[in-house]
């Protein structure tokens, strides 16, 4: 899963958390719009949620978490088309109305990870955490654009901190788990993984751990098992149906009986064998016996007319 749809999933959540206390305090109108665009994007309305947002905006310009809340709606709707825009020129006005609140540096930082805007993301969420230290979004997030910039060390110490904040965050040990894959160091990933499943059974974490042992590990039965769980929990993955059909034909040809030795074919006698030695010699020994027989003929044949001639 990308860092993207890591963030998308949870790109609200972060921003509108704005007390209720806020509104019935101050009684205006840009806190009561607000706090009702809040609760319209907790219901999933986000139109409505923007067009709340927008009377916070007018009844006060300087409403600086109307607009960071309205930039988190903007980042929502447009998550799939990846234009966030609108979202950083929120976020921008937010920072630029109240540069001591993290929550704009928050958000937009956010927002440029997603981007892969790394080195920009990381600024923001670093001068966020400057403003509030303890800000466990800030840290994960921060872990986020770390592993975007492969800093393993810096990224795994950020995870490691969220975990120790919160020892169930399943989330933070998937990410250890891809950090120390990513090092090399497979059997901690694994430990990760079953930490993180330990926490919450998620099927994308079982097709990682399956991945692991398949691809680094070569232990095919394990990554076969956690390739069928994640298509116990959802049949119609196909990139997973693939990866267990290739685990088990490795697996089928690990176990493979070994081939028959094929015996060494008789190598075919050559010419120059005794016997064939001996039958030459004697065709040839055959074959001077018949020309000299034949020689010896033809000299006879010769000297007969001569000797008659002479009896004449």
Known sequence: MTISKYLSTAAIVFALTIPRGEAKETGDASSNHNNKGVELAQEHKYEDAIKEFNLAIQ?????????????????TMHAQDQQYDDAIKDFTKAIELAPKDPGGYLERGQTLVMQKQFTEGLADLNKAMELKPDDVTAIRLRGFAEIGMQDWDKAAADFMTVIQKDPNDAQAYERLGFIHRSEKKYNEAIADYDKSLEIKPDPDVYTKRG????TYLQNYEKGIADYEQTLKINPSDYDTQQRLQYAQAALAAKNAPPPAATPAPTPEPGLFTPLNIGIALLVLLVLIGI?????????????EPAATGRIR
Do not use: M
């Not at 991945?211 to 398949?214: E, F, G, L, P, S």
């Not at 020309?291 to 044949?301: E, L, M, N, T, Y």
């Open 291 to 303: 020309i000299f027989v034949v020689i010896r003929r033809r000299s006879g044949g010769d000297e």
């Open 59 to 75: 009844a006060n310009p300087k409403n600086a978490k109307a607009y960071v809340n309205r930039g988190s709606i903007f980042r």
């Open 211 to 214: 991945y692991t042992y398949v």
